[in-house]
Structures are given as C-alpha cells and as structure tokens.
C-alpha cells in the first residue's frame, strides 16, 4: 500500500475518507501522530503528517525512525513524501513541482539508522526509488501537471533558513533544492525496504536569490495554489 508523508502545508490531504486510524508503539519511540487509512479517490492510502498536528514539530526533532517503522508495520510498501522545498536551481522557482532524484545529506545529530549494532551498509547511490518515481512522473505526464524530472535536493538542518553563503556553497555543491526534512528519511525508508519518492513544492526562491525576503504569507500562497495539482499527484500515483 502507498503511504503518503505530508510536510509543511501537507498537515492533512484533503478529500481523503478516513477509515481509521493508528499511533502504534514502536521499539524507537512516539510516531509524529496518527496514521490515518483510508481513501483517496476511491484509492487505499496511508497518511501521516510528518510534523504532527499544528506542525509541531521541527525538523531535527522528528522521529524519522518510529515514523517509517510505524507505517511498514502497518502496511505501507510505497512512500510518497511531499517536501516543501526552497529552489536554487532555475527551474525550480515558487510553485514548482519537482521530482528530485538525488540528494546531499548536511543534517547532523539525527537518529538515521536501523543499522547501527550490527552495522549494515545498505546501496544508497540513487537515494529514491526508480520505479516509483518514473510512475509520479508518468501520471504527471497523464494529468497534464508540470513536474520537473530530476534534481538534486540538499539537506540543511534546520530550523532557520540558510545563510546566502550557505545557499551558495549547496548551489556550488550542486544542489538545485534545500530543504530540511528528506534526510534521514529517504535512507531509513532503504533500510527497509520501502520505496520512497520525493514529490517537492517549491515554495521559495532560496536565502540570496530573489531580492523578496522569504515570508510565511508568500510561503503559505504558493502552498495553497499548489494543492489541486499535488492531490491530482497523489491520486494518480494511488491508482497506478
Ligand atoms: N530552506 C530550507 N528549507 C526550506 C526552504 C528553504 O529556503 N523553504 C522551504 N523549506
């Protein structure tokens, strides 16, 4: 079944009939809330809301661990995480949609493994899932959504925005994203053995390259006009 874990502005999916509801104890401590199954167009799905009700929260204080460990054990086989993102790269201004297919990891201090004792080195080359991202991508293609093939999304810790100096080194670095959330879950997902995609609304240009300062008003307008397209997205990964 495909689970969905929704980021900022993805507190809750809209037109999703709940059918229960789960907070199952894990050996890694408290999940972010509850997981709601149910459907979505008629499609089974798994929602979790990755920062807890009222966004609670902060990026290095989710439990990346119990989150993933909750929804296998529940069932989940596919992730979809919806990440809001702020764009480096040129296409990847306010309200685009992107479907990265790399990452670079500049968190530090997080609980990113199930691996630790007995250690295990798990393949993490291309960190999402090859099929499933060639299937978000497909049935963007059928609904007609733009959604940008590839990218590479940076990692930052977080909770503050980046510096410019910070945005330039990533963009140096190769990033054409920075967001704070897709790691470590993306490499815990391949611990086991979930596939996992990343599906980025950008929701800013990133600390240095516009001359508009960042705010939350302007954050929460694209978010909002990116709500029809994503839940399409959704549905559409569902059903394929
Ligand atoms: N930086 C890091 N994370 C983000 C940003 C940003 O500019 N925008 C949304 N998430």
Request: with cysteine; net charge negative.
């Amino acid at each position: 079944m495909l689970a969905v874990i929704g980021g900022s502005g993805w507190e809750a999916l809209p037109g999703f009939n709940p059918r229960g509801q789960h907070r199952p104890d894990t050996p890694y401590g408290e999940i972010a809330g509850d997981i709601v199954e149910g459907e979505l167009a008629g499609r089974p799905l798994m929602f979790l809301s990755r920062h807890g009700q009222g966004h609670r929260l902060a990026p290095h204080r989710i439990n990346y661990r119990a989150n993933l460990w909750a929804l296998k054990q529940l069932g989940a086989r596919e992730i979809l995480a919806i990440n809001a993102v702020g764009g480096i790269g040129p296409d990847s201004g306010p309200g685009q949609l992107v479907c990265p297919d790399q990452l670079i990891d500049y968190t530090w201090g997080r609980e990113q493994t199930f691996f630790a004792d007995p250690v295990e080195h798990i393949e993490f080359a291309d960190p999402f899932d090859t099929a499933l991202r060639r299937r978000l991508l497909q049935g963007a293609k059928g609904a007609g959504i733009a959604l940008v093939d590839g990218g590479v999304y940076g990692c930052t810790q977080g909770p503050r925005l980046e510096t410019r100096a910070e945005i330039e080194r990533l963009r140096r670095d190769g990033c054409t994203l920075v967001g704070m959330t897709a790691m470590p879950e993306a490499a815990l997902a391949r611990e086991l053995g979930l596939a996992y995609v990343s599906l980025c609304i950008s929701v800013n240009w990133a600390a240095g390259l516009s001359d508009l300062p960042i705010t939350m008003d302007a954050i929460l307008a694209v978010l909002a006009q990116s709500r029809t397209p994503v839940l399409t997205l959704i549905s559409a990964l569902a059903a394929a």
